[in-house]
């Protein structure tokens, strides 16, 4: 079973997929990689997709909210391409997981900054709450 909390962050992948108005296969390929990340199968994964819960939950841990925004990031350059529209989407999502709004550029061009050169997820949350 996929938590409430996941299932939000896989339809905010997919949602993040769509802002630029091009959706491609790459973008499509990351999602389903990241459901593999988090042992989530790709019937599970289109279940969630294909019947959206509007029950979605927002992730409690600074280490998870960090996880899923830059997710949305790598998801954002998979095309090696980041737009306007797709930026303001990351920025909205900052807000929504509770980051203090004069933080929020800072924070999203620092998770598109490292998206850019895919430092390891491992990393970059070592280097957040280091």
Same mark, same amino acid.
């Given at each position: 079973?996929?938590?409430?909390?996941?299932?939000?962050?896989?339809?905010? *992948?997919?949602? $993040?997929?769509?802002? #630029? !108005?091009?959706?491609? +296969?790459? =973008?499509?390929?990351? @999602?389903? &990689?990241?459901?593999?990340?988090?042992?989530?199968?790709?019937?599970?994964?289109?279940?969630?997709?294909?019947?959206?819960?509007?029950?979605?939950?927002?992730?409690?841990?600074?280490?998870?909210?960090?996880?899923?925004?830059?997710? *949305?990031?790598? $998801?954002?350059?998979? #095309? !090696?391409?980041?737009? +306007?529209? =797709?930026?303001?989407? @990351?920025? &909205?999502?900052?807000?929504?997981?509770?980051?203090?709004?004069?933080?929020?550029?800072?924070?999203?061009?620092?998770?598109?900054?490292?998206?850019?050169?895919?430092?390891?997820?491992?990393?970059?949350?070592?280097?957040?709450?280091?």
């Amino acid at each position: 079973m996929i938590s409430t909390e996941l299932k939000g962050h896989f339809l905010r *992948l997919y949602q $993040m997929a769509f802002s #630029d !108005d091009d959706f491609n +296969i790459l =973008e499509m390929q990351m @999602l389903y &990689k990241f459901a593999e990340e988090r042992g989530v199968t790709k019937e599970q994964l289109n279940e969630v997709l294909l019947n959206p819960s509007h029950d979605t939950r927002i992730p409690e841990s600074l280490e998870e909210k960090v996880e899923y925004l830059y997710d *949305l990031a790598l $998801m954002i350059w998979v #095309d !090696d391409v980041v737009t +306007i529209d =797709e930026k303001n989407a @990351l920025k &909205k999502y900052c807000k929504k997981f509770g980051f203090m709004e004069e933080n929020i550029e800072e924070l999203s061009e620092f998770l598109l900054d490292k998206a850019k050169v895919k430092l390891p997820k491992k990393e970059l949350i070592d280097q957040i709450l280091s």
